[in-house]
């Protein structure tokens, strides 16, 4: 496995690895890894000869100093993680590579970026989205692997790469869970024990939430309500949203008519939590059943 830096040298691999016919996976990640960025890595094998994996904390997605600053850091960790994962190559590049002194040039997906996390982070998702667009540029991938885990993200990306008319497959993978439910994050290592405990409240406010749907409950507000009262049942949590929204356009779905993705976002203490579900409605699980 090597280790790249220069954006040059990763581009020059790339493009050597290409001209042999291989198939180039990216698995783009912030560091801090657990079994949820090694998840992707598999799924990134499966559809790829070559894997990449960059691990870049990105300091135009953040919009809080002092989370970009405590965000966890530990490169040799996240290298020895790869290495073991079959990894090919470890793009680690410093800011300024990303970011030449004086970039100005932003890619913002409009709609989307606003809404749900959007609403609470103001320029996180252009961030994310110009980030994610350089990578793609220097990389070159013909795979693209991001996690369900951040929902608005994958479908953030997606966007960008239809409306950029980008050469990219997005494949999307699934949420992994601690045994508890916990969704696997990098920043549940700031939780203390208390708030460790706690941070259930979010599976546990989705599970309600599939449940009242499984009983064929269909109205959006119910729905919310469901997941919103799990969350306030939690004294260390604090709810910023409980939104029932359309798989693609992140729009409110006041009907679940087929399904919906319900998202969350929680802070317990200092820390900020998201999770999320896709829904099904009743009918519509049924017919699927009986198809
Ligand atoms: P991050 O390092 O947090 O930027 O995440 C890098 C990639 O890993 C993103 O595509 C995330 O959606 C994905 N990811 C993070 N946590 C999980 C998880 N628990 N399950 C699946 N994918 C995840």
Same mark, same amino acid.
């Given at each position: 496995? /090597?280790?790249?830096?220069?954006?040059?040298?990763? !581009?020059?691999?790339?493009r050597?690895?290409?001209? $042999?016919?291989?198939?180039? #996976?990216?698995?783009?990640?912030?560091?801090?890894?657990?079994?949820?960025?090694?998840?992707?890595?598999?799924?990134? !094998? +499966?559809?790829?000869?070559?894997?990449?994996? %960059?691990?870049?904390?990105?300091?135009?997605?953040?919009? +809080?100093?002092?989370?970009?600053?405590?965000?966890?850091?530990?490169?040799? +960790?996240?290298?020895?993680?790869?290495?073991?994962?079959?990894?090919?190559?470890? &793009?680690?590049?410093?800011?300024?590579?990303?970011?030449? $002194?004086? #970039?100005?040039?932003?890619?913002? *997906?409009?709609?989307?970026?606003?809404?749900?996390?959007?609403?609470?982070?103001?320029?996180? &998702?252009?961030?994310?989205a110009? *980030?994610?667009t350089?990578? &793609?540029?220097?990389? $070159?991938?013909?795979?693209?692997? &991001?996690?369900?885990?951040?929902?608005?993200?994958?479908?953030?990306?997606?966007?960008? *790469? +239809?409306?950029?008319?980008?050469? *990219?497959?997005?494949?999307?993978?699934?949420?992994?869970?601690?045994a508890d439910?916990?969704?696997?994050?990098?920043?549940?290592?700031?939780?203390?024990?208390?708030?460790?405990? #706690?941070?259930?409240?979010?599976?546990?406010?989705?599970?309600?939430?599939?449940t009242?749907?499984?009983?064929?409950?269909?109205?959006?507000?119910?729905?919310e309500?469901?997941?919103?009262? #799990?969350?306030?049942?939690?004294?260390?949590?604090k709810?910023?949203?409980?939104?029932?929204?359309?798989?693609?356009?992140?729009?409110?779905?006041?009907?679940?008519?087929? /399904?919906?993705?319900?998202?969350?976002?929680?802070?317990?203490?200092?820390? !900020?939590?998201?999770?999320?579900?896709?829904?099904?409605?009743?009918?519509a %699980?049924?017919? !699927? /059943?009986?198809?």
């Amino acid at each position: 496995m /090597r280790t790249i830096q220069n954006v040059q040298a990763m !581009r020059a691999w790339s493009r050597e690895a290409r001209k $042999e016919g291989a198939r180039i #996976a990216l698995v783009p990640t912030m560091g801090g890894l657990h079994a949820g960025h090694l998840s992707l890595v598999e799924i990134a !094998r +499966r559809h790829a000869d070559r894997v990449v994996a %960059s691990v870049f904390v990105n300091p135009t997605q953040f919009d +809080r100093d002092d989370d970009f600053a405590g965000y966890p850091r530990d490169l040799a +960790r996240d290298q020895r993680l790869l290495a073991e994962a079959g990894i090919d190559v470890v &793009f680690a590049p410093k800011p300024a590579a990303v970011y030449p $002194e004086g #970039a100005v040039t932003f890619v913002d *997906v409009e709609d989307l970026s606003v809404l749900l996390c959007g609403a609470h982070r103001p320029g996180h &998702f252009r961030g994310v989205a110009t *980030v994610v667009t350089k990578l &793609f540029t220097i990389i $070159e991938p013909d795979v693209g692997v &991001f996690g369900e885990k951040d929902y608005q993200q994958l479908a953030i990306i997606r966007r960008l *790469v +239809r409306d950029l008319c980008l050469a *990219v497959e997005i494949v999307g993978a699934p949420i992994v869970r601690e045994a508890d439910g916990l969704a696997m994050s990098s920043r549940n290592t700031h939780l203390d024990t208390p708030g460790r405990a #706690a941070a259930v409240c979010l599976s546990r406010a989705l599970l309600a939430a599939e449940t009242l749907v499984a009983d064929g409950e269909h109205d959006g507000a119910t729905i919310e309500a469901a997941a919103r009262a #799990a969350i306030e049942a939690e004294p260390l949590a604090k709810l910023e949203y409980a939104s029932l929204v359309d798989a693609e356009a992140l729009v409110p779905v006041t009907t679940m008519i087929d /399904r919906g993705v319900l998202a969350l976002a929680v802070w317990v203490g200092k820390t !900020r939590l998201i999770d999320n579900q896709m829904l099904v409605a009743k009918a519509a %699980s049924a017919e !699927r /059943r009986s198809a």
